[in-house]
């Protein structure tokens, strides 16, 4: 073999080892799976035909799950729902409230009250502006000087807990099911389902704090409304979870069910604003109830109809289609359904069912009191205006002499006190 085959020889073979070691690198990387388009999806996936790009079509459950970070017309809708568990959780902190030892910290600060005034009476709370009250300030009744009232019974706090579970149950399973469901047909229909109990679950779990507190002296009433939409839900749920009901073309269906649960909430409602007229934090807590509906409507409206992404297809595949609007408006929803809990709790721990009972017991007292001096009043003036006549006309009516009358400064005509 000469210089020059010796030296071709080399070179061959130092390719080929080249092409091995990328063989061996290519085989190391992990294949990364590409973005399809609506037309590539299978038959189960197509849901939206508006958004026409960025799918993620059967991939394997490790590769769904890095998605996370990737970007695809997923990304947002799970990042909304993760998102929305940072005041969720720190919605915990606000078991403190109750009577826990010490709050370590939210960031939530919301209005909860109309009065700057921590005075023991109730009609206190009538006047002056309105007051941020950061959730960290608020600790257990005896806790420190501005606590809300000394010397009281804290209400329960496990209708609270019961709506942030429901809360957060909602949210783990939504952000799951965007996250996990173009793994398989089997497992989008299961996830699909999970995520249609979890906002029911929601839905149902957020009218435990506002129907128990408010009607928390009244257990009938609280429990009548309780069981209503536990009923109410529980029906929801079952229909939910028949595969037919979680194919795109009942989304009206699905909508009509969760809404048709929310304005269950309008009968309590419209009761106890009638039972709570005089409340005087009635328009802060219907402001936030109000804002709620708002935000829950709006949603629904945008889950229902697909705008924007309808008005321009394909536009909106990455961001602000109407699913993520829906999150969005459902995030807020909760927000401001949570201020409304803050203040009905506050206000229940500070009136509490003993004062009301003490305050009717304390103002019949009172009102007795009244009565009866009013009636020594009424005699003590016939008695004056008889003394007076005997006097003036000097009419004794006893014709007796009396044996003893009698005599000293402060009677100033002793005969005519006798007669
Ligand atoms: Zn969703």
């Given at each position: 073999?000469?210089?020059?085959?010796?030296?071709?020889?080399?070179?061959?073979?130092?390719?080929?080892?080249?092409?091995?070691?990328?063989?061996?690198?290519?085989?190391?990387?992990?294949?990364?799976?590409?973005?399809?388009?609506?037309?590539?999806?299978?038959?189960?996936?197509?849901?939206?035909?508006?958004?026409?790009?960025?799918?993620?079509a059967n991939w394997p459950l490790k590769e769904a799950f890095f998605s996370v970070l990737r970007w695809h017309?997923?990304?947002?809708?799970?990042?909304?729902?993760?998102?929305?568990?940072?005041?969720?959780?720190?919605?915990?902190?606000?078991?403190?409230?109750?009577?826990?030892?010490?709050?370590?910290?939210?960031?939530?600060?919301?209005?909860?009250?109309?009065?700057?005034?921590?005075?023991?009476?109730?009609?206190?709370?009538?006047?002056?502006?309105?007051?941020?009250?950061?959730?960290?300030?608020i600790k257990s009744p005896g806790m420190n000087s501005t606590s809300i009232l000394n010397n009281q019974d804290s209400v329960e706090h496990w209708p609270f807990s019961v709506f942030l579970g429901g809360?957060?149950?909602?949210?783990?399973?939504?952000?799951?099911?965007?996250?996990?469901?173009?793994?398989?047909?089997?497992?989008n229909i299961l996830l699909l389902r999970i995520d249609y109990v979890g906002i029911t679950t929601m839905i149902i779990t957020s009218f435990f704090p506002p129907i128990y507190y408010i009607f928390h002296c009244d257990s009938n009433w609280h429990h009548g409304y309780l069981g209503g939409i536990t009923l109410m839900g529980t029906f929801t749920i079952l229909t939910l979870l028949s595969p037919k009901l979680s194919e795109g073309k009942y989304r009206g269906l699905r909508a009509l069910l969760?809404?048709?649960?929310?304005?269950?909430?309008?009968?309590?409602?419209?009761?106890?604003?009638?039972?709570?007229?005089?409340?005087?934090?009635?328009?802060?807590?219907?402001?936030?109830?109000?804002?709620?509906?708002?935000?829950?409507?709006?949603g629904t409206a945008f889950y229902v109809s697909r705008v924007p992404e309808r008005l321009k297809p394909g536009w909106f595949d990455l961001a602000g289609h109407s699913h993520q609007i829906f999150h969005v408006f459902v995030v807020l929803g909760a927000l401001a359904h949570y201020g409304a809990?803050?203040?009905?709790?506050?206000?229940?721990?500070?009136?509490?069912c003993m004062r009301i009972l003490a305050n009717t017991i304390s103002c019949e007292l009172v009102e007795q009191k009244k009565r009866n001096s009013d009636r020594?009043?009424?005699?003590?003036?016939?008695?004056?205006?008889?003394?007076?006549?005997?006097?003036?006309?000097?009419?004794?009516?006893?014709?007796?002499?009396?044996s003893f009358v009698p005599r000293g400064s402060v009677y100033k005509n002793a005969y005519a006190f006798h007669q």
């Open positions: 073999m000469d210089q020059t085959d010796q030296k071709s020889s080399f070179l061959v073979s130092s390719e080929t080892k080249e092409e091995t070691k990328k063989d061996f690198q290519s085989r190391k990387k992990p294949k990364r799976y590409a973005l399809v388009s609506f037309g590539e999806l299978p038959e189960y996936m197509k849901d939206n035909e508006f958004i026409l790009k960025y799918y993620r017309n997923e990304t947002l809708n799970v990042w909304t729902c993760a998102f929305n568990w940072v005041p969720s959780v720190s919605g915990i902190d606000y078991g403190e409230f109750f009577g826990g030892a010490s709050c370590s910290g939210s960031p939530w600060s919301i209005p909860i009250s109309s009065d700057a005034n921590v005075s023991n009476n109730f009609k206190d709370f009538s006047v002056g502006t309105t007051k941020l009250v950061d959730l960290k300030q809360s957060m149950f909602c949210l783990l399973s939504s952000s799951i099911c965007h996250l996990f469901s173009c793994h398989s047909h089997s497992l969760f809404s048709s649960m929310g304005l269950f909430g309008v009968v309590p409602t419209i009761h106890a604003l009638i039972v709570n007229w005089d409340n005087p934090r009635r328009n802060l807590i219907l402001s936030y109830e109000l804002a709620m509906a708002f935000f829950y409507l709006t809990t803050i203040v009905i709790v506050d206000w229940r721990n500070k009136v509490g020594i009043e009424q005699h003590l003036a016939k008695t004056r205006a008889a003394i007076w006549e005997a006097i003036v006309l000097k009419s004794f009516k006893s014709e007796e002499k009396e």
